[in-house]
């Protein structure tokens, strides 16, 4: 998994065997005070909503008149963009797994967590698997009364689970989607069954605690199957000011294990953070088509309709892939359709990814392991080659 690049000047060898030992360290992020301050200053409207609801987010802490946290506060705070794609952070992780890292995910944090210990590759997995870190950041001085960080050392060795019903196995308790009335309710279970099954490796293995005690400014970076969670925090008068930033890394394809149900994936389209946040219209569409499709080429896009300006691009002739089908059979026929008809590349756009990922996923299925992809952008679009 994690492999030293030639030329690599940021870690010393201490560092790099920290982390294959112990699975993270803690670093210099190399981003100035002056950030450290922002993000915070910036975040501060965010956390506040108004009425007496008790705000709910999964297994994070719920705290009344307050968000526990912000998912991808990047898309309007500059200052927590610039935190997610500092250069030394970059660097650093380039350096252990050898592969240009993708953030595509910030968390902000204003009171700790108190989440129990679980593993971030079964929310975020990769093919070819273990590409993927996530790295925490302190807005304040962090110490056991505001709710730390906790982290298992060595636990990223301990073998990840390959299929759920392994995980009901070990419990006892196998959790079907057929049982439950919707998907919300299975999924509510699915993940409670997770965290058991965490605790459960915490004692199998007696695996030891430590919590990330760190100085305001100071980074965290933990490997993919790292135990961690969130400390109990034992003054509630006191905040927890934290942000972290998931990565992913070049060349992988992703999804998330919590979701599969059998042998069915949801492949994932991220969202990549950059610097401008993408603005996705028309014109996004277009500019992908011409830097990663062939000039010239016959393609289609998935569309609802043949007069879409999606299909009107100087260069390409595109036609129509019918975004309407909502079951599998069709969809592969129409694919095969426009194939035998020449089409070279399928383009789908961001609003009609969620269609592909859970609509047709035998269409899924069939570009990702028969065709290739040729961008995975959660922001644009998705193109697959159809050779």
Request: net charge negative.
């Amino acid at each position: 998994m994690a492999t030293r690049t030639e030329g690599s000047s940021i870690l010393g060898q201490t560092e790099l065997e920290q982390f294959h030992r112990d699975g993270y360290f803690v670093f210099d992020p190399g981003v100035g005070m002056e950030t450290i301050d922002a993000i915070r200053s910036d975040m501060e409207d965010l956390y506040s909503f108004e009425g007496n609801e008790t705000y709910v987010d999964r297994d994070v802490t719920f705290v009344t008149g307050i968000r526990p946290r912000i998912m991808n506060s990047w898309h309007i705070v500059d200052s927590a963009r610039e935190l997610a794609l500092a250069p030394r952070v970059l660097g650093v992780a380039e350096e252990l797994f050898g592969r240009k890292p993708l953030p595509f995910q910030t968390l902000n944090f204003m009171l700790g967590t108190e989440q129990p210990p679980h593993m971030d590759s079964m929310a975020f997995y990769s093919d070819p698997p273990d590409y993927m870190c996530g790295v925490w950041v302190a807005l304040e001085d962090m110490d056991m009364d505001n709710g730390p960080l906790v982290y298992y050392p060595g636990s990223h060795r301990v073998v990840r689970p390959t299929a759920w019903e392994e995980i009901g196995e070990l419990l006892g308790k196998h959790i079907r989607r057929e049982d439950y009335p919707d998907h919300e309710s299975f999924m509510v279970d699915r993940r409670q069954q997770w965290h058991e099954y965490c605790g459960k490796l915490v004692e199998m293995h007696g695996l030891e605690p430590a919590y990330g005690t760190i100085k305001k400014g100071q980074a965290l970076l933990w490997a993919p199957n790292l135990l961690h969670g969130g400390a109990p925090q034992r003054d509630n008068a006191r905040t927890r000011h934290s942000q972290v930033t998931h990565y992913f890394f070049e060349d992988c394809r992703h999804y998330s294990p919590v979701r599969t149900e059998g042998d069915r994936i949801f492949w994932d389209y991220l969202d990549w953070v950059r610097d401008p946040p993408v603005t996705y219209g028309i014109e996004a569409v277009h500019e992908a088509i011409s830097h990663h499709a062939p000039s010239g080429a016959k393609g289609v896009v998935t569309t609802h309709g043949p007069e879409d300006p999606l299909l009107k691009l100087d260069g390409f002739e595109l036609g129509q892939f019918d975004a309407g089908l909502t079951e599998d059979e069709p969809a592969l026929a129409e694919l095969e359709r426009v194939r035998s008809e020449g089409a070279t590349f399928l383009v789908i756009p961001k609003p009609l990814l969620w269609w592909v990922e859970n609509q047709v996923p035998a269409l899924q299925h069939r570009l990702e392991f028969t065709h290739r992809a040729l961008l995975r952008d959660g922001g644009v679009c998705a193109i697959y080659a159809l050779d």
